[in-house]
């Protein structure tokens, strides 16, 4: 009798396996995001009553674990949780740097000149890709080429 209902609960739960990767609407997708306002306030919960946390720049790329109406919970490059309302998010291509002292070149290569150093938490939007290469525009207009283990 035993074996019996062990062999039924191993066929329930295959079959809610199954189910899951058939309708993948029913597991949450991670999707990511940027901000595309100027500006953005990082709030503690889904509403405009909710305390702003702090606030990021326009390209921050952000990933939603959650969402609420018309709001989304994020978790940024530091791991740190929010929430947005989605109107201030996009499907832009953003990266953000996560080391100090970051170059960023004119050309895709270390030995061209330097244009501009950034530090950690500074967000750009991808332009292009070249190898280990990424070429990025920075919401000021500043463009150039950073090396992708520079950036998140």
């Known amino acids: 009798m035993k074996r019996l209902n062990i062999e039924v609960i191993v066929k329930i739960m295959l079959s809610v396996m199954a189910v899951l990767l ?3 609407g029913l597991a949450f997708a991670q ?3 940027s901000v595309t306002a100027t500006i953005a306030n990082m709030r503690s919960g889904p509403g405009t009553k909710h305390d702003v ?3 990021v720049e326009k390209y921050h790329p952000v990933i939603i674990v959650e969402k609420k109406g ?7 490059f530091e791991n740190d ?3 947005l309302h989605k109107s201030l998010l996009g499907k832009v291509k953003g990266v953000i740097t996560i080391k100090d002292k970051c170059n ?13 150093t950034v ?3 500074v967000p750009f939007k991808v332009l292009a890709r070249k190898g280990n290469w990424i070429n990025i525009e920075h ?9 992708k283990t520079l950036v998140w």
């Open 22 to 24: 058939i309708l993948p």
């Open 31 to 33: 999707e990511r995001l």
């Open 53 to 55: 946390l702090w606030q």
């Open 70 to 76: 018309e709001w989304y919970k994020i978790k940024d």
């Open 81 to 83: 949780a929010a929430w």
């Open 104 to 116: 960023v070149r004119s050309k895709s290569d270390t030995k061209s000149q330097v244009l501009f």
């Open 119 to 121: 530090e950690k938490g």
């Open 139 to 147: 919401a000021d207009g500043d463009v150039g080429w950073i090396y």
